[in-house]
């Protein structure tokens, strides 16, 4: 399956964004979807992850209460909205994807096998 991110840009602290990745190549809803973000010379951090119904979300203590993730099968999309962002939410945003993953709860990077090619967020103080 090959993915594609977008939506980042520049934004201002406290406000909000939506990222997009559209999947393409195989049938989206065989995939579990999740988002990273890696953040300048530190390693890719986990945000959260969603199955592959859209039923079950899971998201990373650094997000929690202020994300949401989000699919929509029938455009082979998935999303992550954020709210009330700050400078620690600069990042480059990607999304991954895995035909069967045992827990959304998968934070190690080397777990998910599909990886879109990022798109970069900057939040302004």
């Known amino acids: 399956v090959q993915l594609q991110a977008s939506g980042g840009g520049l934004v201002q602290a406290g406000g909000s964004l939506r990222l997009s990745c559209a999947a393409s190549?195989?049938?989206?809803?065989?995939?579990?979807m999740g988002w990273f973000r890696q953040a300048p010379g530190k390693e890719r951090e986990y945000v959260g992850a969603?199955?592959?119904?859209?039923?079950?979300?899971y998201y990373a203590d650094s997000v929690k209460g202020r994300s949401t993730i989000s699919r929509d099968n029938a455009k082979s999309t998935v999303y992550l909205r954020m709210d009330v962002l700050s400078p620690e939410d600069t990042a480059i945003y990607y999304c991954?994807?895995?035909?069967?993953?045992?827990?959304?709860?998968?934070?190690?990077?080397?777990?998910?096998?599909?990886w879109g090619q990022g798109t970069q967020v900057t939040v302004s103080s």
């Open positions: 991954a994807a895995h035909p069967y993953i045992k827990s959304l709860a998968t934070y190690h990077p080397t777990a998910w096998n599909y």
């Open positions: 969603i199955n592959w119904g859209g039923g079950s979300t």
């Open positions: 190549g195989r049938t989206f809803s065989n995939y579990v």
